[in-house]
Nanobody, 124 residues
Framework: QVQLVEFGGGSVQAGGSLRLSCVASGYTYSRGCMGWFRQAPGKEREGVARIYATGGVALYDSSVKGRFTISRDNAKNTLYLQMNSLKAEDSAMYYC?????????????????WGQGTQVTVSS
């Protein structure tokens, strides 16, 4: 049974930083693409960043590129999202996501495994 547990959400002022972590269990962590999605009230869930197991290629939504960094530590079965220069519009519930090896993790419909979410609130 795959479990993804997020940590690290909270409240910060605009311009501040937060680091999210996602610990995976029951999952062949080192093989599949993993990513972070977010969902604000009244909006659809959207992809923020994803990282592929092969070569560690990382891709970002244009709204966070240059401010957020996704990384993974295969030895610790942990996915990270370092968020800098946070803006009010980054406020949302953030979800960790994982797929099996070779599958896409670009869109919410692609994702079979989700964490429970962690809230990020940025005040301006």
């Amino acid at each position: 049974q795959v479990q993804l547990v997020e940590f690290g959400g909270g409240s910060v002022q605009a311009g501040g930083s937060l680091r999210l972590s996602c610990v995976a269990s029951g999952y062949t962590y080192s093989r599949g693409c993993m990513g972070w999605f977010r969902q604000a009230p009244g909006k659809e869930r959207e992809g923020v960043a994803r990282i592929y197991a092969t070569g560690g290629v990382a891709l970002y939504d244009s709204s966070v590129k240059g401010r957020f960094t996704i990384s993974r530590d295969n030895a610790k079965n942990t996915l990270y999202l370092q968020m800098n220069s946070l803006k009010a519009e980054d406020s949302a519930m953030y979800y960790c996501a994982a797929v099996e090896f070779g599958a896409s993790c670009e869109r919410p419909d692609d994702i079979p495994y989700w964490g429970q979410g962690t809230q990020v609130t940025v005040s301006s």
